[in-house]
T-cell receptor, first 114, second 108 residues
Framework: GAVVSQHPSRVICKSGTSVKIECRSLDFQATTMFWYRQFPKQSLMLMATSNEGSKATYEQGVEKDKFLINHASLTLSTLTVTSAHPEDSSFYIC??????????FGSGTRLTVV | EDQVTQSPEALRLQEGESSSLNCSYTVSGLRGLFWYRQDPGKGPEFLFTLYSAGEEKEKERLKATLTKKESFLHITAPKPEDSATYLCAVYNNNDMRFGAGTRLTVKP
């Protein structure tokens, strides 16, 4: 089955620094990947759609300059949280699928900004 | 506006005590309804896809059903290892919308 790898699983950073999260499709090519954010006891909220070779599509209310997405290859998308602040602390999850709708999710990244 | 509502928010069962989780939705042009299992600190794990009213899918102790307004995830004789958050999501025109989930705890 489709496998999506996400790294790192946990990261702690100082306020004002930037953090990069990687999402890789291991056994299939993904022209589109999705980035979600999840707060405790809440559902996944789509942040952006990452498109290989073109600009990402951001959901309303998501700051493009703060959450930089790069999808330079068919198997890798990265999310960079720039100038992180404590309120950016959250659980970030990516997903991808060779067949849209039946997505495979990464294992998630717990970001803590101190 | 498309909405997905899951109930109950939390459910505590004794081992062997069967129950059902509900996912009600309002969406135009439903293309699929999905159930996922999410363990703490992990990404969601795919369980089922349902495409049309009347459809049912089974996997071990889990059975998912779908009507035009809601889906049920039935858990038969649950075990402690079934403890997790169960998420449903609807897929409509390339847009997936998730419910807030039901946190299931099964006590031995």
């Amino acid at each position: 089955g489709a496998v999506v790898s996400q790294h790192p699983s946990r990261v702690i950073c100082k306020s004002g620094t930037s953090v990069k999260i990687e999402c890789r499709s291991l056994d299939f090519q993904a022209t589109t990947m999705f980035w979600y954010r999840q707060f405790p006891k809440q559902s996944l909220m789509l942040m952006a759609t990452s498109n290989e070779g073109s600009k990402a599509t951001y959901e309303q209310g998501v700051e493009k300059d703060k959450f930089l997405i790069n999808h330079a290859s068919l198997t890798l998308s990265t999310l960079t949280v720039t100038s992180a602040h404590p309120e950016d602390s959250s659980f970030y999850i990516c997903s991808a699928s060779p067949d849209r709708g039946r997505d495979t999710f990464g294992s998630g990244t717990r970001l803590t900004v101190v | 506006e498309d909405q997905v509502t899951q109930s109950p928010e939390a459910l505590r069962l004794q081992e062997g005590e069967s129950s059902s989780l509900n996912c009600s939705y309002t969406v135009s042009g439903l293309r699929g309804l999905f159930w996922y299992r999410q363990d703490p600190g992990k990404g969601p794990e795919f369980l089922f896809t349902l495409y049309s009213a009347g459809e049912e899918k089974e996997k071990e102790r889990l059975k998912a059903t779908l009507t035009k307004k809601e889906s049920f995830l039935h858990i038969t004789a649950p075990k402690p290892e079934d403890s997790a958050t169960y998420l449903c999501a609807v897929y409509n025109n390339n847009d997936m919308r998730f419910g807030a989930g039901t946190r299931l705890t099964v006590k031995p």
